[in-house]
């Protein structure tokens, strides 16, 4: 991967949730705290993604 300065991109801010009319409320669930684990964020990082922060849905809080 080639290093960017921060100066020349702005970071992505990826949100996921679950939806409430979601057919499958269970997968996405699990889909959902995977990606927010120490296992899913290394997924991202993989990517050149950096993770800033998780959120607590329930509680709207970092």
């Known amino acids: 991967?080639?290093?960017?300065p921060p100066a020349?991109?702005?970071?992505e801010i990826v949100a996921i949730a679950?939806?409430?009319?979601s057919k499958h409320p269970k997968t996405a669930s699990r889909f959902r705290d995977?990606?927010?684990s120490k296992q899913g964020i290394a997924v991202?990082?993989?990517f050149g993604?950096?993770?800033?922060?998780?959120?607590d849905a329930q509680e709207g809080k970092p």
């Open 34 to 36: 995977f990606m927010a």
């Open 8 to 11: 020349y991109f702005q970071p």
């Open 44 to 46: 991202f990082e993989d």
């Open 49 to 55: 993604f950096l993770p800033l922060a998780t959120v």
């Open 18 to 21: 679950v939806l409430k009319d």
């Open 1 to 4: 991967m080639v290093p960017i």
